[in-house]
C-alpha cells in the first residue's frame, strides 16, 4: 500500500493546549510523524509525496470564508498590539445567528471551536499539504490501488465546514471521501479515533450519499462532549446516515471489535463504492489520553475485519499521540488491511 505525505507537513508545531483548564505541552507534535512513518515503511509501505492540488478539493467541503480566515489570519493577529505568539481565540459567540465579525478576534471566535487548534505561520501550509496527501491517495484508488494510506498531520476530524477544533483544521477524511465521490456515487466513512468524528458528522450530517459513522469513547466526560451521542442520526436528507457508537472508557479490544462489526453491518447495508477509514491510533491502552484500551494485536484485528470488505480503501490518519507504540499500532493495522 502506497503512503503519501509532504515534509511541509512536518511544519506546524502548536505550543498552547489546556487540559481540564491545566496548560500542558501540545499532544500534536511533529516528531508523530517520524513515528508514523517508521510505522508505514515497517509494513512495507512506499512512502510519496502528493501534488499540490490547489484550494478545489479542499473547497470541495470547506466554505470560502473559512478559507480565507484560516490563510490570512495568522498575518492579520500579528499586527494587534501584544498579540500572543499563535492565533487562540477568547471569545466565542453563543449562537452563531448574528452577524460576521470583521475583527481577527471576532473571527478566531467565530471559526475556532476551542482552544486547542492555535494557529501559527506554518499552520496553513501544512494543513493544505495534509489535505493535498488525502487528496493524492484518494486518487491513487480511483486509479485502481486496492488501497491507500494517507499520512496526513495536521489531524481533520474535528474540522466542520468552517471552524476549526481539537488540533484539526482542514477535514482531510472529508476531502478524501468528496474527492471519490467524483467516481463513486456512495462513499461510507468509518471513523475509528478514539474521539468522536464531529466535524466529518457536521459536514456531510444533511447526505444521504456520504455515510458517516464513527466509534468512540462516550463523549457524556470526553472530548468533544456536545456530539458523538447515539441519538444524532443524521437531518433531511441525511436522516439514518449517520451511526455513533459510543464506548465506555477503557473498553478493550473484544468491545471495539463487536462495535466495529455493528459498524461494518450498516456499511454493507449502504453498499458503497469507496471506504475512507478515519484512522486514529489514540483508541491504543497506552496513548496519552487514556480513553480507550485496544491493545497494538487490536489494531490488527480492526484492519483484518475491515479488509473483509472488498471495495477500494482511503486510510486517512487522525489522532493517534506519542506513546513508544505509536509506529508499531500503525504497522499492525496496515499490515491488518494487507
Ligand atoms: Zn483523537
Known amino acids: 500500500m502506497k503512503t503519501f505525505y509532504a515534509v511541509e507537513q512536518k511544519r506546524h508545531d502548536p505550543k498552547g493546549f489546556l487540559s481540564s483548564g491545566a496548560p500542558k505541552p501540545n499532544p500534536e507534535q511533529p516528531e508523530r510523524v517520524d513515528r508514523l512513518i517508521a510505522g508505514a515503511k515497517a509494513a512495507g509501505s512506499e512512502i510519496l509525496r502528493p501534488r499540490d492540488?490547489?484550494?478545489?478539493?479542499?473547497?470541495?467541503?470547506h466554505t470560502p470564508e473559512y478559507l480565507s480566515?484560516?490563510?490570512?489570519?495568522?498575518?492579520?493577529?500579528?499586527?494587534?498590539?501584544?498579540?500572543?505568539?499563535?492565533?487562540?481565540?477568547?471569545?466565542?459567540?453563543?449562537?452563531?445567528?448574528?452577524?460576521?465579525?470583521a475583527s481577527a478576534v471576532g473571527q478566531a471566535g467565530y471559526h475556532m471551536a476551542d482552544t486547542s487548534c492555535p494557529i501559527s505561520a506554518e499552520t496553513?501550509?501544512?494543513?493544505?499539504?495534509?489535505?493535498w496527501s488525502a487528496t493524492e491517495a484518494a486518487e491513487a484508488v480511483m486509479s485502481g490501488e486496492p488501497s491507500a494510506y494517507a499520512l496526513c498531520r495536521p489531524p481533520g476530524h474535528h474540522a466542520f465546514a468552517d471552524v476549526a477544533g481539537g488540533f484539526c483544521f482542514i477535514n482531510n477524511s472529508a476531502v478524501a471521501a468528496q474527492r471519490l465521490r467524483r467516481t463513486a456515487s456512495r462513499v461510507a466513512i468509518l471513523d475509528v479515533d478514539l474521539h468522536h468524528g464531529n466535524g466529518t458528522q457536521g459536514i456531510f450530517y444533511g447526505r444521504s450519499d456520504v455515510l458517516t459513522i464513527s466509534i468512540h469513547a462516550d463523549p457524556v466526560r470526553f472530548y468533544p462532549f456536545f456530539w458523538g451521542h447515539s441519538d444524532e442520526r443524521g437531518e433531511a436528507a441525511g436522516l439514518g446516515y449517520?451511526?455513533?457508537?459510543?464506548?465506555?472508557?477503557?473498553?478493550?479490544?473484544?468491545?471495539?471489535?463487536e462495535a466495529l462489526d455493528a459498524a461494518l453491518n450498516r456499511i454493507d447495508a449502504f453498499a458503497p463504492d469507496a471506504l475512507v477509514?478515519?484512522?486514529?491510533?489514540?483508541?491504543?491502552?497506552?496513548?496519552?489520553?487514556?480513553?480507550?484500551?485496544?491493545?497494538?494485536?487490536?489494531?490488527?484485528?480492526?484492519?483484518?475485519?475491515?479488509?473483509?470488505?472488498?471495495?477500494?480503501?482511503?486510510?486517512?490518519?487522525?489522532?493517534?499521540?506519542?506513546?513508544?507504540?505509536?509506529?508499531?499500532?500503525?504497522?499492525?493495522?496496515?499490515g491488518g488491511v494487507g
Open 53 to 61: 492540488f490547489g484550494l478545489s478539493p479542499i473547497a470541495a467541503v
Open 69 to 101: 480566515f484560516l490563510q490570512n489570519i495568522y498575518a492579520r493577529w500579528q499586527r494587534i498590539p501584544d498579540a500572543s505568539p499563535e492565533v487562540i481565540p477568547n471569545i466565542h459567540p453563543l449562537a452563531r445567528d448574528g452577524s460576521y465579525p
Open 124 to 131: 496553513w501550509e501544512s494543513a493544505c499539504w495534509s489535505a
Open 242 to 257: 449517520n451511526l455513533n457508537l459510543p464506548l465506555a472508557r477503557k473498553t478493550g479490544d473484544n468491545g471495539f471489535l
Open 277 to 334: 477509514v478515519a484512522l486514529g491510533l489514540d483508541a491504543f491502552e497506552g496513548d496519552p489520553f487514556g480513553g480507550l484500551c485496544v491493545s497494538t494485536d487490536g489494531f490488527a484485528r480492526i484492519g483484518e475485519k475491515i479488509a473483509t470488505r472488498v471495495m477500494p480503501k482511503v486510510i486517512v490518519q487522525e489522532g493517534g499521540y506519542l506513546c513508544d507504540e505509536l509506529g508499531d499500532n500503525l504497522t499492525a493495522f496496515l
